[in-house]
């Protein structure tokens, strides 16, 4: 069964800091690695998708790198803003469609 | 991409009833999944929605508690039966592409 771990569960940084949100895996046969966003007592906002062939992936601010043979994925994101304060979720999707969660990193940005 | 509207949003229900969530998705797609999250958990898949056929349910859910049904490749709904506070949750349909997973903004529920 797949594991993902997150790791920290939270964080607070000053406004200006660069973020850095890890996650790990247990299996590495897997089909793809995503990234999500979600604001309290909300949905989930899709971030960054990275496929298994894919060392890494760039929108914006954010950057998302994948090393499958070691299972860690790490999310950065450059200088962080009030508006990033949310839980940052992991999701691993193995060759089947079900994706496995970590339990996400809390993320709070002080002005 | 695909966008999803789930409904409603937020609700707070008596113990003992049965609430009604809808998923929308503006395109078809092949999958759909229901997830709940508990407070400060994250999410448990709850079953994949199958077009035309009976819900694939994961270990420790149970179709009598949470009938779900998918009519077409772009809706589904998910009920959640005879309702007790274990229940409060938020609840979240889940559509996934070929490669990418989409989510709607949830369903609060709150069971008093």
């Known amino acids: 069964k797949q594991e993902v771990t997150q790791i920290p569960a939270a964080l607070s940084v000053p406004e200006g800091e660069n973020l850095v949100l890890n996650c790990s895996f247990t299996d590495s046969a897997i089909y793809n690695l995503q990234w999500f966003r979600q604001d309290p007592g909300k949905g989930l906002t899709s971030l960054l998708l990275i496929q298994s062939s894919q060392r890494e992936q760039t929108s914006g601010r954010l950057n998302a790198s994948l090393d499958k043979s070691s299972g860690r994925s790490t999310l950065y994101i450059a200088a962080s803003q009030p508006g990033d304060s949310a839980t940052y979720l992991c999701?691993?999707?193995?060759?089947?469609?079900?994706?496995?969660f970590g339990a996400g990193t809390t993320v709070t940005v002080r002005a | 991409s695909a966008v999803i509207s789930q409904k409603p949003s937020r609700d707070i229900c008596q113990r003992g009833t049965s609430l009604t969530i809808q998923c929308q998705v503006d395109s078809q797609v092949t999958m759909m999944f229901w997830y709940r999250q508990q407070p400060g958990q994250s999410l448990t898949l709850i079953a994949t929605?199958?077009?035309?056929?009976?819900?694939?349910?994961e270990s420790g859910f149970v179709i009598d508690k949470f009938p779900i049904s998918r009519p077409n490749l772009t809706f589904s709904t998910l009920t959640v039966s005879n309702m007790s506070p274990e229940d409060s949750s938020i609840y979240l349909c889940?559509?996934?592409?070929?490669?990418?997973?989409?989510f709607g903004q949830g369903t609060r529920l709150t069971v008093v």
């Open positions: 889940s559509a996934q592409g070929n490669t990418e997973a989409f």
């Open positions: 999701a691993v999707r193995p060759n089947d469609y079900k994706l496995s």
């Open positions: 929605a199958n077009q035309g056929s009976e819900a694939t349910y």
